[in-house]
């Protein structure tokens, strides 16, 4: 189901300050969400992005501080780079009268979180398996005894791969799509250090997670 502008502002407003850097985080332009030429909405704290195409008409491009809407002077990084064209594995959430892999998504990776507290992990490492047709999500902290393991309900294609995230960030990425509305949303996978990319390819909403480098 497509979305209207209005709806796009809307998410934008309600996330964008969370993508967006801290105040004193030393680059004061990624402390705000750019509106550029081409329709596009972004936000970016450099670990994470996201992305919204077609939410606004204006015709030059601004950045807004995320708090306070205060213009911010300067050039907004090129985005575009770090979103990869091709995603070989893609793993689908999807919402609809069956089934809402989405807000179970969502649950699974709010354990996440809460697993990495016990353990007092502050990066909330957690890693996302495909193998073999199963999607797997997993907390292991051997120092403080902690694990997790749950599967991912998902329609699933491509070669098998493994990646590691923080799981913050993740549970912030799924919200997006679930305040969008959004009843389908890719999890492409292209290697285990590129860019996690989720995306509602109908609203044009994409958001980048980076990977964490753990040891095998």
């Given at each position: 189901?497509?979305?209207?502008?209005?709806?796009?502002?809307?998410?934008?407003?309600?996330?964008?300050?969370?993508?967006?850097?801290?105040?004193?985080?030393?680059?004061?332009?990624?402390?705000?969400?750019?509106?550029?030429?081409?329709?596009?909405?972004?936000?970016?704290?450099?670990?994470?992005?996201?992305?919204?195409?077609?939410?606004?008409?204006?015709?030059?491009?601004?950045?807004?501080?995320?708090?306070?809407?205060?213009?911010?002077?300067?050039?907004?990084?090129?985005?575009?780079?770090?979103?990869?064209?091709?995603?070989?594995?893609?793993?689908?959430?999807?919402?609809?009268?069956?089934?809402?892999?989405?807000?179970?998504?969502?649950?699974?990776?709010?354990?996440?979180?809460?697993?990495?507290?016990?353990?007092?992990?502050?990066?909330?490492?957690?890693?996302?398996?495909?193998?073999?047709?199963s999607v797997t999500l997993s907390v292991n902290n051997e120092e403080q005894s902690v694990t997790l393991a749950c599967n991912i309900n998902a329609d699933?294609?491509?070669?098998?791969?493994?990646?590691?995230?923080?799981?913050?960030?993740?549970?912030?990425?799924?919200?997006?799509?679930?305040?969008?509305?959004?009843?389908?949303?890719?999890?492409?996978?292209?290697?285990?250090?590129?860019?996690?990319?989720?995306?509602?390819?109908?609203?044009?909403?994409?958001?980048?997670?980076?990977?964490?480098?753990?040891?095998?």
């Open positions: 189901m497509q979305i209207s502008q209005a709806k796009k502002l809307e998410v934008i407003t309600k996330h964008g300050r969370k993508f967006s850097a801290k105040n004193g985080g030393g680059s004061p332009i990624l402390e705000g969400i750019h509106y550029a030429a081409d329709g596009s909405i972004v936000a970016t704290d450099r670990h994470r992005m996201l992305r919204i195409k077609d939410a606004h008409n204006y015709t030059t491009p601004f950045t807004s501080h995320a708090v306070t809407g205060v213009p911010i002077d300067g050039v907004f990084p090129d985005t575009s780079r770090i979103i990869p064209d091709n995603l070989p594995t893609q793993i689908t959430l999807i919402t609809d009268y069956k089934r809402d892999d989405i807000k179970a998504a969502i649950a699974r990776v709010k354990l996440a979180v809460e697993a990495s507290k016990v353990a007092g992990d502050k990066s909330y490492i957690t890693k996302l398996a495909y193998v073999d047709s699933v294609s491509g070669p098998d791969e493994t990646v590691s995230f923080n799981a913050e960030y993740m549970l912030s990425a799924l919200n997006v799509f679930k305040d969008a509305g959004s009843q389908r949303v890719i999890i492409g996978l292209t290697g285990a250090m590129s860019p996690i990319v989720l995306r509602d390819e109908e609203n044009g909403i994409d958001v980048v997670v980076l990977p964490y480098r753990t040891v095998k």
